[in-house]
């Protein structure tokens, strides 16, 4: 397993997700089964030079195949490239949050980036 779920106190949230190798593999309910809050999300794409990465995140606790799913949200970052996405106010989910990433955005794509992807994700 390659996700790390951290939880502290602070003003922003409380909890920090990390997926040291994001790929099209679903990582289900990585924020656990419960209500909460994304307020960043950040994508570092440096390992590809060539692909684009997409990040698929689902308000669902648990998730089948990439295929079956059409992402809540949906974030992208350029080839050997680290973005940052910051929701101030905060992006409320209700059943916990399944994630997973590809290198093509079309819908239900379940094609890999050639490279690990690391993912870091901090909600409440």
Not at 69 to 82: K, R, V
């Amino acid at each position: 397993m390659a996700v790390v779920k951290t939880t502290a106190i602070t003003e922003l949230g409380g909890t920090l997700v990390v997926d040291f190798d994001a790929d099209n593999t679903v990582e289900p309910n990585v924020t656990g089964e419960t209500s909460g809050t994304l307020y960043l999300v950040e994508i570092d794409n440096t390992a590809n030079s060539t692909d684009r990465a997409y990040l698929r995140i689902k308000d669902a606790a648990s998730a089948p195949n990439p295929a079956d799913l059409t992402p809540t949200w949906m974030f992208t970052a350029a080839p050997g490239t680290t973005a940052s996405y910051s929701m101030p106010e905060g992006q409320a989910y209700t059943s916990g949050l399944t994630m997973w990433c590809t290198s093509n955005a079309t819908a239900q794509n379940q094609t890999a980036p050639s490279s690990a992807v690391i993912v870091r994700l901090i909600a409440s």
